[in-house]
């Protein structure tokens, strides 16, 4: 697998549209990841042959991180892109001297809890109907809140 993990650029914000859109229920808007690109956040691209694959956006507060957003394109899923991306996303943040990572995660997201426990990151709560559903007739989904100590 040859990856390359470099800082979106602005003008690469169509395509990190596109993968958000086909992979979420419930996607960012353009106005959300315009305003990750600022001096507290990390917004790394994945590119897989020069081809965007996938994405994370992560903000940091102090001696705290958050990964907001991590993403990859559905035809891509399976092949270690966002284990890849995780891996950086820790390995910036350990850079920075964050001790702790947070993130959210839908309940039914099942590979992505995996993901994370993989890295060591515990189940601190839940947030009840926090996701929209694809069908405003659907019941929201909860987020399941995950914590990570880095150092």
Known sequence: MSLVLEPIRFEQLALVMEIELAAHKSPWSLNNFSN??????????AFANGTLVGYYVSQYVLDEA?????????????KGYGRELLADCVARAIAHDISQMFLEVRSSNHAAIGLY????????????????????????EDAIMMAAYLG
């Open 36 to 45: 990750s690109f600022s001096v507290k956040h990390e917004f790394i691209g």
């Open 66 to 78: 958050s990964l907001l957003n991590i993403c990859v394109q559905p035809t891509q899923q399976g």
């Open 117 to 140: 426990h993989s890295f060591d990151f515990n189940e601190i709560g839940v947030r009840k109907g926090y996701y929209p559903n694809d069908s405003k007739n659907a019941p929201r």
